[in-house]
């Protein structure tokens, strides 16, 4: 099999930290998952944090359907860059969307649709930004019906809203965070269980004002010079390498 992720930061698996100072990631795990459970598995990885979804399902997309051999299986999140922006338009991010859609269709990939996890409830303008996504996460539910497509929805699970899923940052997932959107898909795929919950992690320190000179301010300084936390960065696995369970 050979599986191939494109997105943004989620599927880059920012927040999720081996010794060695890489990345992991939840796709990271679905490959060693699939490796696992049906090797032999070579795996591409080209999301990149801080992408909107127009450029994922372009460049990305470009980057991954001109992999050779074709993949067997990709997966595809995006979106919620955007909805963290002024003035998107939901039709337009559908209409992208179902473009990427029916280019893997077309060339007999395998898709599989995925809602990011939700942040909001920790967030500045987290209501406005959670009605965003559940309309998102509603529009692309019906999209992969309409398509027959695999669709998991990290958005919607309540679990992983729970503070011990989440990184400092309080916008990317922490290990164990990855470690369940890993697991979602597995089962998705028909490759084991719905993910057990995480054990209770202790209780962090809230720094308000640590965590807005941390992360909030950096944030609104990339907005206002139009820059974006991906600037300049490649993606981590743009060609094929074979992983092992």
Not at 125 to 135: F, N, P, Q, S
Not at 178 to 205: C, F, T
Request: hydrophobic share 40%.
């Amino acid at each position: 099999m050979r599986y191939a992720a494109i997105g943004d930061s989620f599927t880059e698996g920012v927040g999720d930290v081996r010794p060695d100072g890489t990345l992991r990631g939840w796709a990271d795990r679905v490959a060693e998952g699939l490796a696992a459970a049906a090797p032999p598995v070579e795996y591409a990885n080209l999301a990149i944090r801080g992408r909107l979804l127009r450029p994922i399902v372009t460049g990305q997309l470009d980057a991954a359907l001109a992999l050779d051999p074709l993949p067997d299986l990709m997966t595809l999140n995006g979106g919620g860059n955007d909805m963290l922006r002024p003035g998107i338009h939901l039709d337009d991010l559908m209409t992208l969307t179902e473009g990427a859609v029916r280019r893997c269709r077309d060339a007999g990939v395998r898709l599989v649709l995925l809602s990011g996890a939700d942040p909001t409830a920790r967030l500045p303008l987290g209501r406005l930004v959670r009605r965003r996504g559940a309309v998102l996460t509603a529009r692309t539910r019906a999209l992969a019906a309409k398509y027959d497509l695999t669709f998991v929805s990290a958005f919607e699970d309540e679990e992983i809203r729970h503070e011990r899923y989440w990184s400092p940052d309080r916008l990317h997932l922490a290990p164990a965070g990855h470690a369940r959107v890993a697991g979602l898909v597995l089962h998705a795929l028909g490759y084991g269980d719905v993910p057990e919950p995480a054990p209770p992690a202790p209780p962090a320190a809230r720094h308000t004002v640590r965590y807005y000179r941390e992360h909030v301010l950096p944030w609104v300084n990339r907005r206002l010079h139009g820059r974006s936390s991906g600037d300049d960065r490649d993606p981590k696995h743009p060609v094929w390498y074979p992983v092992t369970g």
